[in-house]
């Protein structure tokens, strides 16, 4: 008995080194929950900081690529019919025309000479120095009649026009839809200055994508 209770009261006096260790790791786990709830902080700062960084850098670039590269536009009406329909979705080359002169044929966004704030995608049929009349529904380009083959003939306009030469530093424009298309003959020429770039493609829809 004697010897019992000497050994229960020594086992009751020890430290028991579990308790001790659950203890201590107990002390320490208050103290990591602290430094894990400032290191969440922290991180999550760090998140927020490089999540704004990316945007604002993607912004830039996107920026920088719609001024001087590429645009995406949105066809408006069926004046290039059956080239492009109302709503067909472009990508406008903007820096072709930084290394090179719009070429005739080429399908060109422009801003609208009588009124800036709009823009316009039409064909160029003439360039500075040639001559342009439009008889029976026929486009001459210095007497030589234009092979607008693209035009169906329901398209074609029978109204005559012309002749007029275009001055230097413009270009005479069209639309494929002839029947139904403001362009030079209405409103005259377009200033290079005021041409955006040049339709390189359509994407959407997916089923007519073409580049061009």
């Known amino acids: 008995?004697?010897?019992?209770?000497?050994?229960?009261?020594?086992?009751?006096?020890?430290?028991?080194?579990?308790?001790?260790r659950l203890a201590?790791?107990?002390?320490?786990?208050?103290?990591?929950?602290s430094d894990r709830d400032d290191g969440?902080?922290?991180s999550?700062?760090?998140?927020?900081?490089?999540?704004?960084?990316?945007?604002?850098?993607?912004?830039?670039?996107t920026k920088l690529i719609v001024l001087f590269l590429f645009q995406v536009a949105r066809v408006d009406g069926q004046s290039m019919a059956p080239t492009l329909a109302d709503h067909d979705r472009l990508i406008v080359n903007k820096f072709?025309?930084?290394?090179?002169?719009p070429r005739m044929g080429d399908i060109v966004m422009f801003y609208y000479p009588a009124n800036p704030d709009e823009a316009f995608v039409k064909r160029i049929i003439a360039e500075e120095g040639d001559t342009v009349r439009?008889?029976?529904?026929?486009?001459?380009?210095?007497?030589?009649?234009?092979?607008?083959s693209y035009v169906p003939a329901a398209y074609r306009s029978h109204e005559n026009f012309g002749p007029e030469?275009?001055?230097?530093?413009?270009?005479?424009?069209?639309?494929?839809?002839r029947n139904d298309s403001s362009d030079s003959r209405e409103w005259g020429l377009?200033?290079?200055?005021?041409?955006?770039?040049?339709?390189?493609?359509?994407?959407?829809?997916l089923t007519h994508a073409r580049v061009f």
């Open 44 to 61: 999550w700062w760090d998140y927020t900081i490089a999540w704004v960084k990316t945007v604002l850098t993607a912004a830039v670039y």
């Open 190 to 205: 377009v200033p290079k200055k005021y041409i955006v770039g040049k339709v390189d493609a359509r994407w959407w829809p």
């Open 165 to 177: 030469t275009v001055r230097a530093g413009y270009y005479f424009v069209l639309g494929d839809h």
């Open 24 to 33: 201590t790791i107990g002390g320490l786990s208050a103290d990591m929950s």
């Open 40 to 42: 969440f902080v922290g």
């Open 134 to 148: 439009i008889a029976a529904g026929h486009v001459y380009v210095n007497d030589r009649p234009l092979d607008d």
């Open 1 to 20: 008995m004697g010897m019992a209770w000497r050994l229960l009261k020594g086992e009751t006096g020890m430290e028991n080194p579990s308790i001790g």
């Open 96 to 101: 072709t025309y930084q290394v090179s002169a």
